[in-house]
């Protein structure tokens, strides 16, 4: 499982926010076969910027958040496809 926690600051450098998750990614390819975690629905910035990074937004997922939050499951397979 993945876990970021970020300030809105983070915005502001959006090359940045792209370039270094992306080479990350690219540096534990095969070490693991799949990255997941939860997101919520407000948090529609995240959202995109996990589309972008190439994750999957999955469905509702239950257990997340405070009672009436929608969470979804976010996934991407790291395998050599």
Known sequence: MVWM???PEV???PRLMFEHPRAWLDSIKGRYSMLCNAVSDHNTATVAWLKRLGF???N???GFGKPGEV???F???LGNV
Do not use: N, P
Request: with cysteine; aromatic share 12%.
């Open 5 to 7: 926690l970020c300030a």
């Open 11 to 13: 915005e502001q450098h």
């Open 56 to 58: 999957i937004i999955g």
């Open 60 to 62: 509702e997922c239950a």
């Open 71 to 73: 969470f979804r499951l």
């Open 75 to 77: 996934f991407r397979g």
